[in-house]
């Protein structure tokens, strides 16, 4: 009774959260993230880490197994909140604080985690996908052939490097990721109810395992309800697919490509609204990718000044507070080393795909892509105040041109199959990453065109 009493003591303290954020709901992701940092409750990286599971956006009876999944793989004391709607946020994490402290949630343990308790403390960790998955693409080299061993939060030494070389933060920050083995959906047969995995040639004539590893859709800093299902051998990435979990579908637009669809549509937007937006949307991408990369604490001032960005502070103000960090991370020789040559996306197959944003723009690699990002955060952070309103032949958002035939995520997810294959699995998440392709807009129902019959 008192280890129960002090478990709950600690876990209602400072509750580790884990986010479970649906395609559609980035505008409520970003609420309860500032949120959780004005509260000081850490994200948690995975269930194994958690005690208060918070979905956040419209659910969807269609996720209803990868969201159970999630809730089965958290370890007792938990609770479980939907935050539907930034109105809703704060009122649904003193909910969640409160069950948690009262147990309310624990009579829903279900039979299967009761009967096989131990088997899911070993293993809650690859909870989080609709089929086994890690947590994260964040290996190196010899944590990944150990198949089972504790990986580090690291996307690979590199990632190590930039905290030891160059005075970064450890990864224990707001969104460290935490160890993990890795599984896999296999092809074989079972022994002692674990699947086995079959073998097939490499690209150098050796006999490796063949290993089906599915990524998301929930994961730290990771595209909101996207799954990549990549098949393995050795540490490289032979194939890869895509798939997006089902999302409502609302007529509320996309939250980064807001101002120019609804300039499209004829509204009048401020052209220094856009440009707050722009900077506000690399500035989150930016963050997310120096949190897969390892940097954690240049990845929470990015969130910082994102927030700031969004808050409506004079582009003066803003600007010095971007400065310093596109300075700091231009000049990070470790990030480079890190990124330069992977993903490498040349102009014209890009062009051919579709692509129209900064991917296309950077005519290369993960480096580059993050470059571009820096640039027209620089660029839009100046112009937030600027006059003037959108015009009609601006269209052109965070991740390409919004009146194109394909959204503009989609020419993103197009490219992931290539640039992966034949990639490093620890270098997967850092390529997702510096593509960062928004599944909201898969979301939006887009109003149908008024002709001069309907005015």
């Known amino acids: 009774m008192e280890l129960k009493s002090r478990l709950l003591r600690a876990a209602t303290a400072r509750p580790g959260v884990l986010l479970a954020v649906r395609p559609g709901a980035t505008r409520e992701r970003l609420f309860v993230e500032a949120e959780l940092v004005r509260r000081g409750w850490p994200c948690a990286a995975g269930p194994a880490s958690a005690n208060l599971l918070v979905c956040v956006g419209e659910a969807t009876t269609a996720e209803d197994d990868w969201a159970e999944r999630l809730w089965l793989g958290i370890p007792a004391p938990k609770a479980r909140v939907t935050a539907s709607a930034v109105e809703r946020a704060v009122e649904a994490l003193d909910r969640g604080r409160a069950d948690l402290l009262s147990g309310a949630h624990q009579h829903h343990v279900g039979r299967h985690e ?13 909870q989080e996908s609709p089929d086994p ?19 580090t939060n690291g996307s690979s030494a590199g990632a190590h490097q930039h905290g030891a070389h160059e005075g970064h933060a450890s990864h224990e920050g707001h969104n460290g990721h935490a160890a993990h083995g890795m599984h896999g959906d296999h092809d074989m047969g079972v022994v002692a109810g674990l699947p086995m995995a079959a073998r097939a040639d490499d690209r150098d004539g050796l006999r490796l395992d063949r290993l089906h590893v599915p990524l998301g859709p929930v994961l730290a800093d990771w595209p909101a309800g996207l799954v990549l299902r990549l098949e393995l051998q050795g540490d490289v990435v ?3 697919a895509v798939e997006r979990i089902a999302a409502p579908i609302t007529a509320r637009p996309p939250f980064w490509n807001e101002p120019w669809l609804r300039a499209s549509a004829g509204e009048r937007v401020a052209r220094g609204d856009a440009a707050r937006r722009l900077c506000a949307a690399h500035l989150d991408s930016l963050g997310r990718f120096l949190a897969v990369a390892g940097w954690d604490d240049a990845a929470a001032e990015a969130r910082h000044v994102r927030d700031r960005a969004l808050a409506g502070v004079a582009a003066t103000e803003l600007t010095s507070s ?10 990070s020789r470790t990030l480079r080393w890190l990124t330069a040559g992977l993903g490498v996306l040349p102009s014209e197959h890009a062009h051919h795909l579709g692509v129209t944003g900064p991917a296309l723009v950077a005519d290369g690699d993960v480096h580059g892509r993050v470059l571009v990002w820096l640039d027209q955060i620089e660029r839009s952070a100046g112009d937030c105040d600027a006059p003037g309103t959108l015009g009609a032949a601006d269209v052109t958002g965070p991740r390409g041109r919004t009146d194109g035939a394909n959204l503009p995520s989609q020419a993103l ?4 199959p290539g640039l992966l294959e034949g990639a490093e699995f620890a270098c997967a998440r850092l390529i997702v ?10 979301t939006w129902a887009a109003p149908p065109v008024r002709g001069p019959a309907d005015d």
Do not use: K, W, Y
């Not at 971007?322 to 000049?331: A, D, G, K």
């Open 114 to 126: 009761q009967t096989d308790g131990d088997l899911h403390r070993g293993h809650h960790e690859h």
């Open 322 to 331: 971007v400065v310093p960090l596109i300075r700091r991370i231009r000049r």
């Open 433 to 442: 990453a510096s593509l960062d392709p928004d599944l909201d807009e898969f």
């Open 413 to 416: 997810l197009d490219v992931l």
């Open 133 to 151: 998955a890690p947590e994260s693409g964040r290996h190196t080299h010899d944590d990944h052939n150990s198949h089972g061993s504790e990986h």
């Open 238 to 240: 032979q194939q890869a």
